[in-house]
């Protein structure tokens, strides 16, 4: 049988069509695929929004890399990778999230690596009754609601509640606790006036965004369990180079030796 015209036209508009649309398809996948290798993901505890955003711009100069960086506690972090959310790394506020994730076996590495120390403190606004602010003040019988990270969620809220109980100020403390989902929003808490005083961390106490507005005391080490702050590099990450380069940027000797001037210890 012989086929028209017409027919051997459409099938060789057909067929022109299928190559055009294979050839579109492969070439915006690869364009995407390097889209996405000029881009990495970092899920991070709320403690690191001051300094990756003090620190993204300069690595983002060195590699070329954007970073698309999102802020959660430790917890709501691990969860959301947890759940599907896409991430290349994951930077915790402790040991414990970012050993959820090994054992989850979300991870590249067979244990979470130490970038920095932590530090804790207690903050208040300028304009608050407490003058000047000490750890005393934790003592006090008067003291209003104290923002506190839920320990159970966020690393630096089970740091203030151990230091809370090493103090022994603890049975003072507790009744006026107003639990925050985060670090952050326990310092927002104290910042809009909705708290008198809040457990931050000193990643925001050194911000001028609190420095201008409050007075910030640290807890003493050895009054909580020292944090160690570590991070994981994702299995399902679509730029594990990209990640790998971040967390050595960060384990650097020049941004270990800044590290105090944004808040943390350096670990190495």
Not at 29 to 49: N, T, W
Not at 68 to 81: E, G
Not at 186 to 210: C, D, P
């Amino acid at each position: 049988m012989t086929l028209g015209y017409r027919t051997m036209h459409r099938l060789r508009f057909f067929a022109v069509w299928i190559f055009v649309a294979v050839l579109c398809s492969t070439t915006c996948l690869r364009a995407q695929d390097k889209a996405a290798s000029k881009e990495v993901i970092v899920a991070a505890a709320a403690d690191m929004e001051p300094v990756l955003t003090a620190y993204s711009p300069l690595f983002e100069k060195q590699t070329g890399l954007k970073l698309k960086i999102s802020y959660a506690s430790s917890a709501a972090v691990l969860q959301q990778i947890q759940n599907g959310s896409p991430a290349d790394i994951f930077f915790s506020a402790d040991f414990f999230f970012a050993e959820q994730a090994v054992a989850s076996g979300l991870t590249m590495q067979k244990a979470p690596a130490p970038y920095a120390k932590g530090m804790l403190g207690i903050w208040t606004r300028n304009d608050s009754r407490i003058k000047p602010l000490t750890i005393d003040v934790l003592s006090r019988k008067d003291i209003g609601p104290v923002a506190v990270a839920n320990p159970d969620r966020a690393p630096y809220g089970r740091a203030a509640i151990a230091a809370l109980k090493k103090l022994n100020v603890y049975a003072n403390v507790s009744p006026h606790i107003v639990q925050a989902d985060s670090v952050a929003q326990a310092g927002q808490f104290a910042l809009s006036g909705n708290a008198e005083v809040a457990f931050i961390s000193r990643t925001m106490a050194v911000t001028s965004k609190y420095k201008d507005a409050g007075q910030f005391v640290l807890i003493p080490f050895g009054q909580y369990p020292e944090i160690i702050q570590t991070a994981v590099i994702l299995k399902n990450g679509a730029n594990h180079e990209g990640a790998h380069l971040l967390l050595n940027f960060i384990l650097s000797d020049k941004i270990q030796s800044d590290l105090q001037t944004k808040g943390l210890e350096r670990v190495n």
